[in-house]
């Protein structure tokens, strides 16, 4: 059984960093993109970021030079450092596995990330 | 960068009718469009893929159609389990990967 289980999440002060975690298991974790999603309170779903296979990241423009996604294949881990965090950043942030083709197949359960002062 | 809008923002069906969701990008997206369903305190789910294919385990009465710029979600006839808040996403050009903001089924 496919599972995705995020940690990480917590209260944090604008300007500050905190680092999610996605433990990943139930299929070979190193053959698949990976993706970090967002949903702010009450609204909608905001792709962040995701990962290949060879460790080549992408971003959307209002994370770059913030956040950043890793990988560590042989803990079938997924990462996302997430450092100078604004206000706007609250949300729960779900771990998805890429299925080539198809779109986000699997999804975690969500960890919140609350930026206030 | 790709902008999806969903219509209507909330649509008021009674069970076992049928349900009609729109999904329009700002440029085209050839078949390259997914559906997700998310209920209250879940994770989406994802349920149609390449505009028209059902995800494994997604029940015959969802159905997708559309290319280029105009997809549709159509709930033949719908369950109670049913209702809940669609998404549209597209994967034609990225990044970033985008979705629409949403539809959210409710129970007439």
């Known amino acids: 059984e496919v599972q995705l289980v995020e940690s990480g999440g917590g209260l944090v002060q604008p300007g500050g960093s905190l680092r999610l975690s996605c433990a990943a298991s139930?299929?070979?974790?190193?053959?698949?993109?990976m993706s970090w999603v967002r949903q702010a309170p009450g609204r909608g779903l905001e792709w962040v970021a995701n990962?290949?296979?060879?460790?080549?990241?992408f971003y959307v423009d209002s994370v770059k030079g913030r956040f950043t996604i890793s990988r560590d294949n042989a803990k079938n881990s997924l990462f996302l450092q997430m450092n100078s965090l604004r206000v706007e950043d609250t949300a729960v942030y779900y771990c998805?596995?890429?299925?080539?083709?198809?779109?986000?197949?699997?999804w975690g359960q969500g960890t919140l990330v609350t930026v206030s002062s | 960068e790709i902008v999806l809008t969903q219509s209507p923002a909330t649509l008021s069906l009674s069970p076992g009718e049928r349900a009609t969701l729109s999904c329009r990008a700002s440029q085209s997206v050839g078949s390259y469009l997914a559906w997700y369903q998310q209920k209250p305190g879940q994770a989406p789910g994802l349920l149609i893929y390449d505009a028209s294919n059902r995800a494994t385990g997604i029940p015959a009465r969802f159905s997708g159609s559309g290319s280029g710029t105009d997809f549709t979600l159509t709930i033949s006839s719908l369950e109670p389990e049913d209702f809940a808040v669609y998404y549209c996403q597209q994967r034609a050009n990225w990044p970033p990967y985008t979705f629409g903001q949403g539809t959210k089924l409710e129970i007439k």
């Open positions: 990962i290949n296979q060879d460790g080549n990241e």
């Open positions: 139930g299929f070979t974790f190193s053959t698949y993109w």
């Open positions: 998805a596995r890429e299925y080539t083709g198809w779109g986000f197949d699997y």
